[in-house]
């Protein structure tokens, strides 16, 4: 439930739970410590053990600092959820996992929703997460029951705070995320930021990644979207552009081929647009891969991939 509304003791299965719990994985602690990690409540001070969250038969969430050797598939066995879950209560695919980085871990199966605005109410998250074919009052029933809301909430219209986190059962978000335009890839030889340009020889910005990779490596398309470019461009040399739905857009330069027109339809990681190559402003064969905001901005690709 949010913050402040809920005050009842912690259920049987809860203290059955954390006694389960030896005292050389677990410190001494009140037998209320875990609810602190409860969806009923805001998170407690420290990280829980993921033994816990097996444990424990309640829905308990909290951050998790990844360390070295972490994957999203570990994590998720580790903590008793699932792959999905963690993606879509994170909004991301974690193809890349930053050490050091924290992430919301939970032992649920589904999302566990963020409120972003105070007056958010329990009808318009409902109806927004209700998938097609499952029955509206049901669902609105399963979040109640699950996140201990009183059940006045299915006759109101029950209202969140900023910041309250509702656990949606059997909830999934396609996140639509950004892949990696190429099936492997070794290296990034230049960053996106400033550097020293090999050809005009001078400092600049440089506004993608460039991967090195054989000539004639296929090159696929980071998310689905519309070519609105496919040709010659300078210093890109043989350029696509596929503009996505979200209005944000990837270039990918220096192509040897061009697969696509201008107008196709791309699906993400399956439809071939080229094959690397180094025409235009390049000193060997390599892809430039680029992605500009909907408001036309560049921005560093590889702090995309995995997210939307």
Request: aromatic residues 8%; contains cysteine.
């Amino acid at each position: 439930m949010t913050k402040g509304r809920w005050k009842a003791a912690v259920g049987l299965g809860v203290l059955l739970a954390t006694a389960a719990l030896s005292s050389a994985v677990l410190p001494p602690v009140s037998p209320f410590y875990y609810a602190r990690f409860s969806v009923l409540v805001p998170p407690g001070p420290v990280e829980p053990p993921p033994e816990a969250f097996r444990l424990i038969p309640r829905l308990i969430h909290a951050p998790h600092k990844v360390v070295k050797g972490d994957n999203v598939r570990k994590l998720a066995a580790d903590y008793g959820t699932d792959v999905r879950s963690l993606q879509s209560t994170n909004g991301n695919e974690f193809i890349f996992m930053s050490r050091g980085g924290k992430i919301r871990v939970h032992n649920g199966r589904g999302l566990l929703y963020e409120v972003t605005a105070n007056g958010e109410t329990l009808g318009g998250i409902a109806s927004r997460y209700c998938s097609k074919g499952r029955d509206l009052k049901d669902f609105k029933s399963e979040i109640v029951a699950e996140n201990g809301l009183p059940p006045s909430a299915l006759l109101a219209n029950y209202k969140f705070s900023k910041g309250d986190r509702v656990y949606l059962p059997a909830v999934y978000l396609n996140l639509d995320a950004y892949q990696m335009p190429l099936r492997s890839f070794g290296r990034i030889s230049s960053s996106f930021g400033r550097r020293y340009h090999p050809v005009l020889k001078r400092r600049i910005v440089h506004k993608g990644a460039d991967i090195p990779m054989p000539l004639g490596t296929p090159v696929y398309p980071s998310r689905s979207g519309i070519v609105t470019f496919a040709g010659w461009k300078g210093g890109y040399g043989n350029l696509v552009e596929v503009r996505h739905k979200d209005g944000s857009m990837c270039r990918y330069g220096h192509l040897s081929v061009l697969s696509v027109q201008p107008g196709a339809e791309v699906a993400k990681s399956r439809t071939l647009l080229g094959k690397v190559g180094s025409t235009g402003m390049s000193t060997g064969p390599h892809l430039h891969f680029e992605i500009v905001t909907p408001s036309g901005k560049q921005i560093n690709p590889m702090s995309k991939i995995g997210r939307k």
